[in-house]
């Protein structure tokens, strides 16, 4: 009899055949700027924490705190039983934080571009995404029935051109959603979103932007792109996001009007038929909210680091593309060179995993660091000393 599971053993040898499975590290206790990854003590150069904040004293008191108030778990999903005062607060906050009507909590950011971008287009609706969008936000277009249409990467004049094409569509579509990453995780650039907004304006189209890599980041005191551009809710239509990045915590948000959250919250299943968050990741959520709006030295020192490993990197001699944001790419070319650099600089105590096609272009591997407010000076001049002997070594500058 044939094993109708023999493709599981097959497909994973092709992928690492071909280098392309996923080797997975170990990292012993908390993700802070010094920590051991299997066994070896090293620099994180890699992490989403950007702020530091998965290891603030205040976010990890709030977690115990209620832990002993409120248990370990919600006991249901929010629509049955499980919908606690601890929720509650926490979106009263965001949304006072984001300057929005209202905000909804779900559990991932993966979850709420899967639940929500399928209930705001179907059939008869044209979606039309940037090329580099994340694949959450791919995985929620093809949920929908929508028709899709993609745009060049932040290209607004070829959004321009997409729009027209669909204006000249017969039947004319019902409604238009253009979705956007806000910054870019893999180049570290900032989507064009007050163009892409005037643009979506002039067609009647709703925006929606991801700005998971924006928010506790960019805007007045990390508030996000919507801040950073100055744009309203009326242009912006949904703000999503997520508390797994510079919050330091998990779950996924949106942030709109009153209309966008009563609709978002009975439509979409992700929401509806998923356990809610625990007590402890809600009130942390909370206090990272709290962090954000009495402690701006956060914000502030991580985009001062920013500058001076960039100007370092920069002077060094290499490229590091187009970023606008704390994610630098250090871009290598080869996809074999780009391994060992980043085997080389784990050997000199920095940890930063090299990104490769099919993540990248072939020709465009990199390594992809993220900045980490938490770094003391020392630590970013011990990172900077070993990307340039690496960098020499390897013959990458
Ligand atoms: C990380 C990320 C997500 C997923 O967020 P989670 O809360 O970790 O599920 C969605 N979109 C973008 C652009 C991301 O970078």
């Given at each position: 009899?044939?094993?109708?599971?023999?493709?599981?053993?097959?497909?994973y040898?092709?992928?690492?055949?071909?280098?392309t499975?996923?080797?997975?590290?170990?990292?012993?206790?908390?993700?802070?700027?010094?920590?051991?990854?299997?066994?070896k003590?090293?620099?994180m150069?890699?992490?989403?924490?950007?702020?530091?904040?998965s290891?603030?004293?205040?976010?990890?008191?709030?977690?115990?705190e209620?832990?002993?108030?409120?248990?370990?778990?919600?006991?249901s999903?929010?629509?049955?039983?499980?919908n606690?005062?601890?929720?509650?607060e926490?979106?009263r906050?965001?949304?006072?934080?984001?300057?929005?009507?209202?905000?909804?909590v779900?559990?991932?950011?993966?979850?709420?571009?899967?639940?929500?971008?399928?209930?705001?287009?179907?059939e008869?609706?044209?979606?039309?995404?940037?090329?580099?969008?994340?694949?959450?936000?791919?995985d929620?277009?093809?949920?929908?029935?929508?028709?899709?249409?993609?745009?060049?990467?932040?290209?607004?004049?070829d959004l321009?051109?997409?729009?027209?094409?669909?204006?000249?569509?017969s039947?004319?579509?019902?409604?238009?959603?253009?979705v956007?990453?806000?910054?870019?995780?893999?180049?570290?650039?900032?989507a064009?979103?007050?163009?892409?907004?005037?643009?979506?304006a002039?067609?009647?189209?709703?925006?929606?932007?991801?700005?998971?890599?924006?928010?506790?980041?960019?805007?007045?005191?990390?508030?996000?792109?919507?801040?950073?551009?100055?744009?309203?809710?009326?242009?912006?239509?949904?703000?999503?996001?997520?508390?797994?990045k510079?919050?330091?915590?998990?779950?996924?948000?949106?942030?709109?009007?009153?209309?966008?959250?009563?609709?978002?919250?009975?439509?979409?299943?992700?929401?509806?038929l998923?356990?809610?968050?625990?007590?402890?990741?809600?009130?942390?959520?909370l206090?990272?909210?709290?962090?954000?709006?009495?402690?701006?030295?956060?914000?502030?020192?991580?985009?001062?680091?920013?500058?001076?490993?960039?100007?370092?990197m920069?002077?060094?001699?290499?490229?590091?593309?187009?970023?606008?944001?704390?994610?630098?790419?250090?871009i290598?070319?080869?996809?074999h060179?780009?391994?060992?650099?980043?085997?080389?600089?784990f050997?000199?105590?920095?940890?930063?995993?090299?990104?490769?096609?099919?993540?990248?272009?072939?020709?465009?591997?990199?390594?992809?660091?993220?900045?980490?407010?938490?770094?003391?000076d020392?630590?970013?001049?011990?990172?900077?000393?070993?990307?340039?002997?690496?960098?020499?070594?390897?013959?990458?500058?």
């Open positions: 009899m044939r094993d109708p599971t023999a493709f599981l053993g097959q497909e040898a092709d992928l690492v055949t071909n280098a499975d996923w080797k997975l590290r170990v990292l012993r206790g908390a993700s802070t700027p010094w920590c051991e990854i299997d066994g003590k090293v620099l150069f890699c992490s989403n924490n950007y702020l530091g904040l290891n603030h004293p205040k976010l990890k008191e709030a977690a115990i209620a832990v002993r108030t409120h248990g370990v778990g919600s006991g999903v929010r629509p049955i039983a499980g606690m005062d601890l929720h509650v926490l979106e906050r965001l949304a006072r934080f984001k300057r929005a009507d209202a905000s909804l779900y559990q991932s950011g993966f979850a709420t571009n899967a639940g929500l971008i399928p209930q705001l287009v179907g008869g609706d044209l979606v039309i995404s940037d090329e580099l969008n994340h694949g959450s936000i791919i929620g277009v093809r949920l929908s029935r929508a028709d899709r249409a993609v745009y060049k990467h932040a290209d607004p004049s321009e051109r997409v729009l027209g094409t669909a204006e000249e569509h039947p004319t579509y019902r409604r238009i959603l253009i956007t990453d806000g910054v870019f995780s893999m180049d570290g650039d900032i064009p979103l007050d163009r892409i907004a005037a643009l979506g002039r067609h009647g189209a709703m925006v929606y932007v991801d700005d998971a890599h924006g928010e506790g980041v960019l805007g007045e005191g990390g508030r996000g792109i919507v801040s950073h551009f100055g744009l309203s809710r009326s242009e912006v239509h949904v703000e999503m996001g997520t508390f797994s510079a919050f330091g915590v998990v779950g996924g948000h949106i942030s709109g009007t009153k209309e966008l959250v009563d609709f978002a919250y009975n439509k979409s299943r992700t929401w509806l998923s356990g809610s968050h625990p007590p402890p990741v809600a009130a942390a959520c206090a990272a909210i709290d962090v954000l709006e009495s402690e701006g030295e956060h914000v502030r020192r991580l985009w001062e680091l920013t500058r001076r490993f960039k100007k370092a920069q002077s060094a001699g290499f490229d590091i593309g187009q970023s606008a944001t704390p994610i630098t790419p250090i290598v070319g080869d996809t060179r780009a391994k060992a650099l980043s085997e080389r600089l050997e000199l105590g920095v940890f930063a995993l090299p990104i490769v096609y099919p993540m990248v272009a072939k020709d465009r591997a990199r390594l992809r660091t993220i900045m980490n407010a938490a770094l003391t020392d630590d970013l001049a011990f990172a900077i000393r070993a990307f340039e002997t690496a960098g020499r070594e390897l013959q990458v500058v």
